[in-house]
């Protein structure tokens, strides 16, 4: 492609580095406005400066993307209303036998929900309750939370509802999800193996500490300690939630505002309650009042009452509140909904996924199965609906725009083509080649643009050879630029959702940028480089 007149090539370029700079510093002091105004202010330039015109604009916003990450959105809402996440929680305390069998189920787990559930949902659930075994057990955070960010975006890269990066290469190649899943899937299993091989190697002595005997006789109970968070996977590639946010994170602790990862925050535990409800709780005060009342009669009182006994009396009833077990009535319209509706939940998805693999349309499957469950629910689905993060929808809009405007610069086809004689996919060195390339750019311009800015001319260069190089292309670009991002703690939307997750913790832990790449550095080299070889 020839490049631009100069005008539209500087104005195009300007639109374009206004963009890339809210997106990967969306509080820089001079434009503090976050990741999607900034996506829409480069759209905006585009179309202003007269890069693009308006219907360009509007063709470039790839709809089919936009309604496979709404689906998969709406169902991760319903999903973890389901406690889904509550379940997966609770495999990683049940029956642990040390820090390094915990570390290892973290991994896994990490893994499999990211590849079904989208990774930076997996880190949101998952981090605080990691934090708290890592406490009650008397060690070390960081090796906990580096398994979880790092085995999330690998695992991450198996399926195309994996990250947004994922969706965008599977809308665009018409790669099928089983498709997707087998050529990447031997990639993604060894490459956890070999993670969790290298995080044991490096904290091996910090993991052979011996537990406490109080710790080891304690448990912790997921259904007490996880509670439900927003499901924002605006957090995927581009953290929406991260938007007009001063994060350092560098050294964390300096941020002048708390990042909204879990913003509004709304627990199952605080929905409203029904009559029955308000029966079984009233219950519950009452005969706590009664048997209060029957302790301070039975004993005489000479001393004021200490506060700190009356705290954990109202500890306690809250606790009695909360965990109580729900009990309904034979004739209650709620009984279908407690017996039925999980699992219904649960063979919705299933469905999903079974559609998926048959090769239906990706788009469509998951906007059924979002419905579907909206039905099912048998209630106003705005509370729902809410949780889906709208903003992230918006960003994804214009960077298609500021993306297709930057492309018709000329700019990116003119450095392919500097590129492309040493990228040749059939050749190890050539593979070799584009691999460094697309880790290095998904680093400075985040994985998604690196995708929509380089997929097409992979996707050209490698179809000349065949076709079957051509799919192996796209994989490719999806592993690397997927994996590129344990690269840095910048280099990941999961990676900062780790991070400031564990800061706003109660028992908060600080894990610095400098602790990340010690290990990520390695870490993502040696992975990449493995996976490479198996990718078919």
């Known amino acids: 492609m020839a490049m631009a007149p100069t005008v539209k ?12 700079v809210l997106a990967v510093f969306p509080a820089v002091p001079f434009l503090p406005i976050g990741r999607t105004a900034g996506s829409l202010l480069g759209a905006i330039l585009m179309v202003v400066f007269r890069v693009i015109t308006p219907d360009q ?98 695992g991450s890269s198996a399926t195309p509802i994996g990250n947004p990066q994922n969706l965008v290469i599977a809308v665009q190649s018409n790669i099928h999800f089983g498709s997707f899943l087998i050529g990447i899937l031997p990639s993604m299993l060894l490459g956890v193996v070999v993670n969790i ?65 879990m913003a509004n925050n709304a627990t199952l535990r605080n929905r409203v309650l029904t009559s029955n409800e308000i029966e079984v709780n009233s219950e519950i005060v009452s005969n706590a009042s009664k048997e209060g009342a029957s302790d301070e009669c039975s004993q005489q009182v000479d001393e004021p009452e200490d506060p700190s006994k009356f705290i954990a009396s109202v500890d306690r009833l809250s606790d009695a509140l909360s965990l109580q077990p729900h009990r309904v009535d034979e004739r209650s319209p709620e009984k279908w909904k407690l017996m039925l509706w999980k699992p ?66 000329g700019i990116p086809s003119t450095l392919w083509d500097l590129v492309e004689p040493y990228a040749e996919i059939d050749h190890a060195k050539g593979t070799a080649v584009l691999a460094v390339v697309i880790l290095v750019l998904s680093n400075v311009a985040s994985n998604v643009p690196t995708v929509l800015l380089l997929g097409a001319q992979i996707a050209v260069s490698a179809g000349a050879i065949s076709e079957e190089e051509e799919r192996r292309a796209w994989l490719i670009l999806a592993w690397v630029s997927t994996v590129a991002g344990n690269l840095t703690l910048l280099g990941s939307a999961a990676n900062l959702i780790v991070c400031e997750q564990a800061r706003r913790a109660s028992h908060g832990y600080t894990l610095t940028f400098w602790q990340h790449l010690k290990f990520g550095v390695p870490s993502t080299i040696i992975v990449i480089a493995i996976g490479l070889p198996l990718i078919r």
């Open 344 to 409: 219904c939940v649960y063979l919705v998805t299933i469905g999903m996924l079974i559609a998926l693999l048959m090769g239906l349309n990706m788009s469509w499957t998951a906007i059924t199965a979002a419905l579907a469950l909206v039905v099912l629910d048998f209630q106003d689905a705005r509370p729902s609906l809410e949780k889906v993060s709208y903003s992230l929808l918006i960003f994804f809009c214009g960077m298609f725009i500021t993306v297709d405007g930057f492309n018709k610069t």
């Open 197 to 261: 091989i290298l995080i044991l190697a490096m904290y091996w002595d910090v993991l052979s500490v011996q537990k406490d005997e109080e710790d080891a006789r304690s448990e912790i109970s997921a259904d007490q300690n996880v509670t439900s968070h927003q499901f924002s996977p605006a957090t995927l590639s581009h953290v929406t939630s991260l938007d007009s946010q001063d994060f350092d994170p560098i050294n964390p602790g300096t941020s002048s505002n708390s990042v909204g990862i």
């Open 57 to 154: 604009a509007y063709a470039a916003i790839d709809l089919p993307i936009l309604g496979l990450l709404f689906g998969t959105m709406v169902v991760g809402v319903y999903l973890e209303r389901a406690d889904m996440f509550k379940y997966l929680a609770n495999l990683l305390s049940w029956k642990t036998r040390g820090p390094k069998d915990l570390l290892c189920r973290i991994c896994l787990i990490s893994a499999l929900s990211s590849a079904l559930f989208t990774n930076d949902t997996s880190c949101v659930v998952l981090t605080e309750f990691i934090l708290k075994i890592a406490r009650q057990h008397n060690l070390p955070p960081h090796p906990f939370l580096l398994a979880l960010a790092s085995s999330a975006n690998i």
């Open 9 to 20: 090539l500087v104005l195009g370029s300007f639109a374009f580095i206004i963009f890339w």
